[in-house]
């Protein structure tokens, strides 16, 4: 690569950084994944979480009263983390649905919980009431389903007559069909809550801004670690575990899926961290996917270079390719850009290297991926939407370049809040480490 298109490279992006108050000045090597940073912890336990909750109703609030609906029932835990800013039982509640939340447009917040984990989610003053959950899942009322879905229902029905003010348009995010049946043989209307949700997700508020930077210093913390501990003989389970251990010793929760592959696994992409033991030389790639303190997602994907052997000219190439793309795709991101606009303008992939480009280009990001994805123009007309970036989204941009039957490929990701005066990078790692072309 010519010292030009070095330059080029490292001014566009360095266009991207601004100095953030969670940096990873002073990490030492002597550090365990294990090891607190307090100054994070600090400034976690500092955020204005009343604030926050109150935007985050509101937002809600915003979108019931667009569609004239008398509130929105949610059962999908993270909306129900978003309404409430509670988390009970966690991952469990994903594949076993029995907590749920009744937001009213004019009236109160109602969390039904279970009697014994209520204390969780007690002293919270966004949440109105807290009532018995009745649930109706398999697992929990076993052949007493049909039974417990109709009481469930007539428990919902009276709700939304009590607090609908004579409406009875209800926005749901998560129902099984019998639900639904019942719930309509009440006299409900039902409506999909999650374009709404997704809606008042999209614009961060302070304070959850406040928190993506909090979650992504645990997150470069973690990214640094995993460099440090990436020699020849380690395992690629053995080094994702040191992204987890570092986010759950901060408060973390867990990352959205295992992604961590080395030398040959890592064209084409996708693949969960296994046993393979990394050697020198081997490009190591992860996708961090990480919900840290406070439920925000930390999104950034590196790859690096196990120590041992110098890159190859390939490898080399790959990289300079990945970095280009991000770096491209970063600096279009202005509010007001459509996300057609985007796929015109987005950097042009190399031929050989389309197939096993990435899904999209650019997803949003706030409790998990959201809203909105972004097609590359090739793929617009088979599922491509339009909408506009707007100021204070959080949105990460994705690049994968490995060719076609390739023996590796290089996976960068980079997260960035966009703002009125243009993109501004969440994470503090550099995009390459040290790897120099």
């Known amino acids: 690569m010519d010292s030009r298109h ?3 490279i490292n001014a566009s992006e360095a266009t991207l950084a601004e100095s953030r108050s969670y940096r990873l000045d002073g990490l030492v090597k002597e550090h365990r994944a294990s090891e607190i940073d307090k100054s994070l912890i600090e400034a976690f336990e500092a955020v204005d979480r009343p604030a926050l909750r109150a935007y985050r109703l509101e937002r809600l609030r915003m979108q019931l ?19 409430t800013d509670t988390n009970s039982l966690g991952i469990w509640v994903m594949h076993a649905p029995s907590r749920y939340v009744f937001v009213a447009t004019d009236g109160p917040t109602i969390l039904f919980d279970f009697a014994t984990s209520r204390h969780n989610s007690e002293g919270i ?20 389903v049909h039974e417990k879905a109709a009481e469930w229902a007539r428990c919902i029905a009276d709700v939304v007559r009590q607090h609908g003010g004579g409406n009875n348009r209800l926005a749901v995010d998560k129902c099984d069909p019998w639900g639904a049946e019942l719930l309509r043989a009440e006299g409900i209307s039902l409506h999909d809550a999650q374009p709404l949700t997704e809606m008042a997700r999209l614009i961060k508020g302070p304070q959850e801004i406040e928190q993506h930077r909090i979650s992504m210093g645990v997150c470069d913390l973690g990214v640094a670690r995993m ?3 990436l020699q020849p003989g380690i395992t690629e389970n053995q080094l994702w575990s040191v992204l987890q251990d570092t986010n759950t010793a901060h408060g973390g929760e867990w990352s959205e899926a295992r992604l961590l592959s080395s030398g040959p696994r890592t064209n084409p992409w996708f693949r ?8 020198a030389g081997d490009i190591v790639g992860f996708d961090t996917d990480m919900v840290g303190p406070g439920g925000y997602l930390s999104d950034i994907s590196r790859s690096f270079i196990c120590p041992g052997e110098n890159p190859s000219s390939e490898q080399r190439t790959l990289f300079g390719h990945a970095r280009d793309q991000i770096s491209h795709n970063c600096s279009l991101l202005q509010p007001g850009v459509t996300f057609r606009e985007f796929a015109d303008k987005c950097w042009a992939v190399p031929e050989k290297y389309v197939h096993n480009r990435y899904m999209m280009m650019v997803h949003g ?19 491509g939407y339009d ?9 990460s ?25 243009g993109p501004v990078r969440l994470s503090s790692c550099p995009l390459l480490g040290d790897l120099l072309i």
């Open 397 to 421: 941009v994705e690049s994968f370049i490995g060719e076609k039957g390739g023996s590796e490929g290089v996976k960068l990701e980079e997260q960035v809040l966009v703002t009125a005066g």
């Open 227 to 229: 460099r440090e501990a």
């Open 272 to 279: 969960d961290a296994s046993n393979r033991v990394i050697n």
């Open 125 to 144: 003053e966004s949440i109105n009431e807290i009532r018995p959950t009745i649930p109706w899942n398999y697992f929990l009322a076993g052949p007493r």
């Open 65 to 83: 009263r667009m569609h004239d609906y008398a509130g929105m029932l949610l059962a999908d835990p993270i909306n129900i983390r978003y309404a």
């Open 365 to 383: 990001c706030g409790l998990v991926d959201e809203y909105p994805s972004v097609a590359y123009a090739v793929d617009f007309d088979e599922w």
């Open 387 to 395: 909408g506009t970036f707007e100021e204070n989204m959080v949105v």
């Open 6 to 8: 070095h330059h080029d």
